[in-house]
């Protein structure tokens, strides 16, 4: 039977109200987020119950989704505060609650028993057997595990046809199985297994004694022999932990044809410029591969936006297990420098003046692109002003003030791009 364009969610990270805004207004069909102190974020984290008050109505009101986060592995003190917490979700109205604690699942049954259950992929969900014992205690859906790979994925929906299967499709990848990792804990006292991961699978690491900054290698193996690993040190050190971003955009349609329903974006403590590139992306290739268009067209959209997600600050970008492989790891750098760099979000639009908050600094002379729904297009300044009408030289962040750049003549058709909530970035390489 062919497949129609609405078996495809796009899910989106919203690690604050503006975020989840923005994730909303670049595409996404739902969202993720969860309070601090019971989700798997707990640092770098915005969401308060009042915040989720308004993105509940704002969600809604746009017919989309929000799920909230409640999958951290639970202790006894954490459950009073997670069942206060269920009856105010009770009032507001979320259309699922994301889990792995079967205390934790019990309690939302008790509470909202006609809300979604979403088992999380701290779950490490990795067969059907699972997947179906999950099933038959009344989880809709399984975010699969990272570990999963196309071939699993397949045999999980053949075997389980009415679970919901979702899947992580980009964002970071842990140097652990599916997200629980001890790391953190041991060296920082922050556990990841209740949110509050330090990364130190992310921290470069040098030897301890004195070294000259030339680049040092050296090959470290177990006590067998059997394992070996090439280290490479320079100057900014190394890292050995640092697994690569994973990215997926190229096999969206195989993902759907194997059974995944929805496409989860990780990164709730991204910038607001990266959940909407990033979610712009994606939208843009799930619409193609929904429309069931000739697998070229697909392939051109693919590579317009893989080009899109190369500009963005990422540690380099694997395909994670899906297709039977070990990820790959970036040794020699914590990440791969942007092209671009973000500068500010178009609040209005006047005539050929927009009226910006600013992120990072801007000139004149700067070559600049704003990034809108219907497309991207290139601007150049002719005047900065500042929240007074007076010309300056330049625009900085920081300041809670708009600035007001005057354009170049624009086209109607380039108009279409600037529109509130549209953002800025300059070429940096």
Not at 49 to 62: G, I, L, Q, S
Not at 385 to 410: M, N, P, T, V, Y
Request: aromatic letters at 8%; glycine letters at 8%; hydrophobic letters at 40%.
């Amino acid at each position: 039977m062919k497949k129609t364009k609405n078996d495809i969610e796009l899910l989106a990270p919203a690690g604050s109200l503006e975020k989840l805004k923005y994730a909303i207004h670049y595409g996404a069909d739902a969202v993720y987020c969860g309070i601090p102190d019971v989700s798997m974020r707990a640092r770098v984290n915005a969401f308060s119950e009042a915040d989720f008050k308004e993105a509940a109505a704002y969600v809604h009101e746009r017919g989309k989704k929000i799920f909230v986060t409640l999958n951290i592995y639970a202790h006894n003190y954490h459950l009073a505060k997670i069942e206060k917490h269920l009856k105010f979700l009770k009032k507001i109205g979320v259309d699922g609650v994301i889990v792995s604690d079967l205390g934790i699942l019990s309690l939302v049954k008790k509470h909202l028993p006609g809300v979604d259950i979403h088992l999380s992929t701290q779950a490490n969900t990795t067969n059907w057997r699972s997947a179906k014992f999950w099933y038959d205690l009344g989880v809709k859906r399984v975010v699969l595990a990272r570990e999963v790979t196309l071939e699993d994925i397949k045999e999980i929906h053949r075997k389980v046809p009415k679970l919901e299967l979702e899947y992580f499709v980009h964002g970071a990848m842990c140097m652990s199985y599916s997200g629980r990792c001890i790391l953190s804990k041991w060296m920082s006292g922050k556990s990841a297994n209740l949110g509050d991961c330090s990364q130190p699978c992310r921290w470069g690491y040098k030897k301890s004694e004195k070294q000259s900054k030339e680049v040092l290698t050296m090959s470290l193996e177990d006590v067998r022999g059997e394992h070996e690993i090439e280290l490479e040190e320079d100057d900014h050190g190394t890292y050995f932990f640092n697994s690569k971003d994973l990215n997926l955009l190229n096999h969206l349609g195989e993902l759907r044809e194997a059974g995944v329903m929805s496409f989860k974006i990780e990164g709730r403590n991204k910038s607001v410029f990266y959940v909407a590139s990033v979610v712009r992306a994606y939208r843009s290739v799930l619409d193609a591969v929904g429309k069931n268009l000739p697998k070229k067209e697909i392939a051109k959209v693919v590579k317009k936006e893989l080009k899109e997600l190369d500009s963005l600050v990422n540690r380099g970008y694997t395909e994670g297990f899906l297709l039977g492989n070990e990820p790959e790891h970036n040794f020699s750098q914590s990440h791969v420098k942007a092209d671009f760099q973000f500068v500010g979000e178009i609040k209005g639009v006047e005539n050929d003046s927009i009226l910006i908050g600013v992120h990072n600094a801007i000139y004149p002379s700067d070559s600049l692109e704003v990034i809108g729904r219907k497309g991207i297009l290139k601007i150049s300044i002719e005047k900065i002003l500042d929240e007074d009408g007076k010309e300056i030289a330049s625009a900085h962040g920081g300041q809670q003030k708009l600035f007001r750049l005057r354009l170049g003549k624009l086209g109607k058709k380039n108009k279409e791009v600037l529109e509130p909530m549209s953002l800025l970035r300059k070429v940096v390489n």
